[in-house]
């Protein structure tokens, strides 16, 4: 990975969303347009807890019903 001032770019980018303070919508947003969504959506549901997926669901779920 290259290197930007010593650090990563990624880390780098890091920093910089710290340092901007960005809030979930913001970064919702730049997820959809890296083109990350489906994959972020997989990967959480794939680590977390299932009784944690389980009961997101069931908000959603009774959210729109």
Not at 13 to 36: C, F, P, R, S
Request: glycine fraction near 6%.
């Amino acid at each position: 990975m290259e290197k930007v001032l010593g650090m990563s770019k990624v880390d780098a980018v890091i920093q910089y969303l710290n340092a901007i303070e960005v809030d979930g919508d913001t970064m919702e947003y730049i997820i959809k347009e890296v083109g990350m969504k489906e994959q972020m959506l997989r990967q959480l549901i794939m680590s977390s807890p299932v009784r944690s997926t389980r009961d997101l669901f069931e908000e959603r779920v009774s959210s729109i019903g």
